[in-house]
């Protein structure tokens, strides 16, 4: 993912959703068909600089199938790419939302990025306990 990156977070009845956004070059249609094969990599000028094995998206789908979410991505050639999850969590009456907001990632190359949320944070909904109570 290149350029600016937002990510948002959502809760709907009783999943999380995380979406992150960037707007970069985008993923052409014929490569979104195999983006979560493992040993993938898109092939093009940005990639061939990137070292990489082409099993990081297929691990990360496994992973959220293994907790009954869903993964997605949607993409346009020259405007962006967005990745997207879903995954049930439950709620928990003991753990409280802090009401701080999210702050602001450095990133590797030191360039800001925004992360916002939707909502108040994961922590309240209890996304460490289904997560200990599933693995």
């Given at each position: 993912m290149?350029?600016?990156k937002t990510c948002t977070t959502r809760v709907v009845e009783d999943s999380l959703g995380i979406a992150v956004s960037d707007q970069g070059m985008g993923i052409s249609d014929t490569d979104l068909a195999r983006l979560f094969t493992k040993l993938f990599r898109v092939d093009n000028e940005a990639?061939?600089?990137v070292s990489g094995t082409g099993l990081g998206l297929a691990?990360?789908?496994?992973i959220i199938e293994v907790h009954q979410g869903q993964i997605h991505v949607e993409s346009t050639v020259g405007k962006g790419t967005t990745f997207s999850f879903?995954?049930?969590?439950e709620a928990s009456p003991t753990v409280?939302?802090?009401d701080a907001p999210?702050?602001?990632a450095e990133s590797a190359d030191s360039s800001s990025e925004s992360i916002k949320s939707d909502e108040k944070p994961v922590i309240e909904f209890g996304i460490d306990r289904h997560l200990a109570d599933t693995a």
């Open positions: 290149t350029g600016p990639t061939r600089s691990i990360t789908k496994e879903t995954i049930p969590v409280t939302a802090l999210i702050a602001t």
